[in-house]
């Protein structure tokens, strides 16, 4: 393997060994600490324009397989490792990480101290950072002034609606950057789901009379969506609505909360998650950056249902108002615990007893 290098923002340099494509990435430079479920990692569009650190060892061991990717092609700018397993094997392997990583185009990075470099990114914050194959003079310099896309979802959305048809209630799900496995859930509820993308309006996402809304997880920072927040508002007003991690932050926004964002964001499936009016635990699979401010919710319609463990952060919402929620981490898993599985099982109930109450109403 040839040197390559991983250049911070802050000068700090890490030399390892090149894989995959050929260097020049530059990204959001953040660390995962999952053990498994690289595959889902890289291709979730959550991770668009960010470089991921894996904090576990030993990467790539069980190979590339055809369907545990959440997107089609690789999200991530780069991927870091300690190690990339030489001798890959599992029954369902189709091709190894290094070669898959080579054909989509994707650099990488191995032979470094990713503990080193995950106790960096804790104590200064996550910040920019470069993958080059050669260190020049004004390498850090480029750096430091360049400008990171700030509107990614619009990279990351559909341009056009489309079906996952099935036999039970119509869900219109709008996508910031869905997730595959988000729509598997919803299949296996035999959800009829319709995909719009991220700058739909109200009126277009009525025009088929859904049963509820979802708004999905997606890429970036919470205010680059704003366009997105009149939808919400007018959509929640009429139908059970519940957002995921970006659409959890576009659905506190859109009923006047804040967001911050993190010195380090969660990113990984070991986040324990207590329920407010449970006393059981959920461990959750997370991937954001940015989190809801709590002071922002005061004169809001809207309480906590769910918070982190490790830093009480907020994971979740509810209106007092309207027949809507949200939870930042991912019910959906892929990879990770089904702990908050049955979350998508609580929007369903939800949705059941908004038409009972309407149905009522007729009466």
């Given at each position: ?281 959920a461990f959750t699979s997370q991937n954001h950056g940015y989190a809801v401010d709590e002071g922002s919710l005061i004169n809001t319609d809207l309480i906590v249902t769910y918070r982190e463990i490790n830093d009480n952060t907020i994971e979740g919402l509810k209106s007092t108002v309207y027949p809507a ?22 929007f369903l109930q939800l949705i059941a007893a908004d038409k009972r109450r309407k149905n009522a109403q007729k009466i």
């Amino acid at each position: 393997m040839a040197k390559r290098y991983l250049v911070l923002e802050n000068g700090s340099i890490y030399t390892g060994e090149a894989f995959g494509a050929a260097a020049g990435a530059v990204g959001e430079l953040v660390f995962n600490t999952g053990m498994t479920g690289y595959q889902e990692t890289i291709t979730d569009l959550s991770y668009a324009n960010q470089m991921i650190v894996f904090t576990y060892p030993l990467i790539g061991n069980y190979g590339i397989n055809r369907d545990d990717s959440e997107s089609l092609r690789p999200a991530a700018a780069a991927i870091v490792t300690h190690e990339v397993a030489r001798r890959p094997s599992n029954w369902r392997m189709q091709i190894s990480l290094t070669e898959w990583a080579e054909k989509m185009n994707l650099p990488g990075i191995t032979d470094i101290d990713t503990r080193a470099l995950t106790k960096e990114l804790r104590d200064q914050g996550v910040m920019k950072a470069a993958l080059v194959d050669q260190l020049a003079a004004d390498t850090l310099p480029k750096l430091r002034i360049q400008q990171l896309p700030t509107n990614q979802v619009q990279a990351v959305t559909v341009h056009s609606g489309y079906q996952n048809p099935n036999t039970g209630v119509t869900i219109a799900l709008i996508d910031f950057g869905l997730k595959n496995s988000i729509l598997r859930s919803l299949a296996a509820r035999q959800c009829n789901v319709v995909v719009f993308p991220a700058d739909v309006d109200a009126k277009t996402v009525l025009e088929i009379d859904p049963d509820g809304v979802m708004l999905s997880n997606g890429p970036g920072d919470p205010q680059s969506v704003s366009y997105a927040i009149p939808t919400i508002q007018a959509l929640q007003k009429v139908k059970p609505l519940f957002g995921i991690c970006l659409g959890h932050q576009l659905f506190a926004m859109a009923n006047g909360a804040k967001t911050f964002k993190m010195k380090f964001g969660h990113r990984g499936f070991n986040h324990a998650v207590r329920s407010i009016d449970d006393p059981r635990l959920a461990f959750t699979s997370q991937n954001h950056g940015y989190a809801v401010d709590e002071g922002s919710l005061i004169n809001t319609d809207l309480i906590v249902t769910y918070r982190e463990i490790n830093d009480n952060t907020i994971e979740g919402l509810k209106s007092t108002v309207y027949p809507a929620f949200s939870a930042q981490f991912h019910p959906d898993a892929a990879p990770g615990p089904h702990d908050a599985d049955t979350i998508f099982d609580d929007f369903l109930q939800l949705i059941a007893a908004d038409k009972r109450r309407k149905n009522a109403q007729k009466i």
